[in-house]
């Protein structure tokens, strides 16, 4: 895998909409301010791209100017690192724009740039995660930048900082906090504080001992599940075996999956097909270990552990569950195709590599 450079103060960062609008609705322009404000504290400077603030409908309507955004963030030599504003349910509609594109392909592997976001982003991540970037699954502009409490959430916000460092290894810690989703989205919202938990379970250990390695690889079920079946966009699997969106089993052979769920809080019932359809791909029979990320708001937080147990019992895959990644408060980055160590005896997950090119620093 290819790495990118950490980021540095006085960077310019694009920001892109690749799969929903939302970043460019009149609603949310309280949002865009935030975010921009967060980032200039963060020493970057925000580029958006030209199409990244032209609203559901239009971006809805055109995933070739989505497309475009992101193969300008590429080729843009001023531009550092790449920030997704947030997901949405449709990305796969850019990959013909995008691989089919021997320009952008080529700029991919010879400008590697920081590229994070979460939820249907996954399909982004895969996208790149072909052409041999390493990516993070992480924050993004509009759930995290862009949050509405006075200041950043804690452990998010050394996950941003953590952007701008290049220790050797990184230990993927519990947060000692976790967060519910918000309600009002209001700008009459600002400055109010998220409702908080303190993290009573901390990483779950639901099978397996000692230490278990391999390189990252996962993303969003839900988004994973619609690149294999998917009755709202019937042409989804279709486009993920054109392109191998959706990587092989073999390719998943000796991998750490990492999973977790969307905001739509899947029923238990919806969570165990979507296993089995992984399952009946051959990539669980593949992995070498299964981590999940707290569900939001916990919801069905107990059931979701039964069924990945009962899906996985006769592989006996070793299970760590309630990560910080993912679609629940505060997040971390896990970094696609890079070597991590589950440590399953003391229930923690460590990168063992530098997440980027360059000089190792001290985090």
Not at 282 to 305: F, M, R, S
Not at 328 to 351: M, Q, S
């Amino acid at each position: 895998m290819q790495k990118p450079a950490a980021l540095q103060r006085g960077d310019h960062v694009a920001i892109v909409s690749l799969s929903a609008g939302t970043l460019g609705e009149p609603f949310a322009a309280h949002e865009l301010k935030r975010g921009q404000e967060r980032l200039r504290d963060l020493g970057l400077v925000p580029e958006f791209m030209p199409n990244s603030l032209r609203g559901v409908d239009y971006l809805l309507a055109h995933p070739e100017a989505r497309a475009a955004d992101l193969k300008q963030a590429f080729t843009d030599p001023h531009i550092a690192g790449i920030i997704c504003a947030i997901g949405g349910i449709e990305t796969y509609r850019l990959a013909p724009y995008l691989l089919d594109d021997p320009a952008f392909v080529a700029a991919v592997r010879a400008h590697p740039k920081l590229f994070t976001g979460f939820s249907d982003t996954t399909v982004d991540h895969l996208m790149l995660y072909g052409l041999g970037l390493t990516t993070y699954y992480g924050p993004n502009y509009l759930n995290d930048l862009a949050e509405f409490a006075p200041q950043l959430l804690p452990y998010t916000q050394r996950t941003l900082a953590h952007y701008f460092t290049n220790p050797a290894t990184t230990p993927i810690t519990s947060s000692p906090t976790w967060y519910e989703e918000r309600t009002d989205f209001s700008a009459a919202a600002l400055d109010t504080p998220r409702i908080s938990h303190p993290e009573t379970r901390g990483y779950q250990v639901w099978r397996g001992s000692g230490v278990v390695t391999g390189q990252l690889l996962g993303g969003c079920l839900d988004s994973l599940n619609s690149l294999m079946t998917d009755v709202r966009y019937p042409d989804e699997p279709r486009i993920s075996d054109r392109y191998h969106l959706l990587p092989s089993a073999q390719d998943f052979a000796g991998k750490i999956l990492f999973l977790e769920t969307s905001e739509e809080q899947p029923t238990p019932a919806a969570y165990r097909t979507m296993l089995e359809h992984l399952k009946d791909r051959g990539i669980l029979a593949k992995v070498a270990a299964i981590i999940t990320g707290k569900p939001q708001n916990e919801v069905h937080y107990a059931a979701y552990c039964q069924a990945l147990q009962d899906v996985t019992a006769d592989l006996h895959t070793p299970l760590m569950t309630n990560l910080n990644f993912g679609h629940a408060y505060p997040r971390t980055a896990l970094p696609y195709g890079l070597t991590a160590a589950l440590d399953l005896d003391h229930a923690t997950l460590t990168v063992t590599e530098p997440y980027f090119s360059g000089p190792v620093t001290s985090d």
